[in-house]
């Protein structure tokens, strides 16, 4: 009798914050999407994403809300500008991944509030 593992397709990975996770280098699930939102100038979709339940999404959309709106491509309303100052402040996880061996969770707030480069990742942003 041969037994045979089976695994599920369902996803259960967290979303992670990456440009080259993995041994295939690769963008994450996250990074794609948001890029392919910023492609298709769908920007109403990315201010939706500040109130995600996901800690990278909130990350992206805060970064790129602000600089839409510097650049004068958005206008961020009254709440939205509310919604990112609570993200300031946020204690979640934002889980960061480079290569295939390295990860790292750091909170929100950290990460939003520092020029500190956390494997390249918030140089990206803010260059």
Excluded: W
């Amino acid at each position: 009798m041969v037994s045979i593992p089976t695994f599920s397709q369902q996803k259960s990975e967290k979303e992670i914050l990456g440009y080259s996770c993995g041994y295939s280098g690769e963008p994450t699930s996250v990074i794609i999407k948001f890029d392919n939102l910023l492609y298709e100038k769908k920007y109403k979709s990315i201010k939706a994403l500040l109130y995600s339940k996901i800690p990278v999404e909130n990350f992206l959309a805060v970064v790129i809300s602000k600089k839409l709106a510097d650049k004068k491509n958005i206008t961020l309303t009254k709440s939205e500008m509310e919604r990112i100052d609570e993200l300031h402040k946020s204690t979640e996880k934002v889980p960061i991944c480079g290569g295939c061996t390295y990860y790292i969770e750091i909170e929100l707030k950290e990460l939003l509030n520092s020029k500190k480069e956390v494997n390249g990742v918030t140089s990206y942003f803010f260059d």
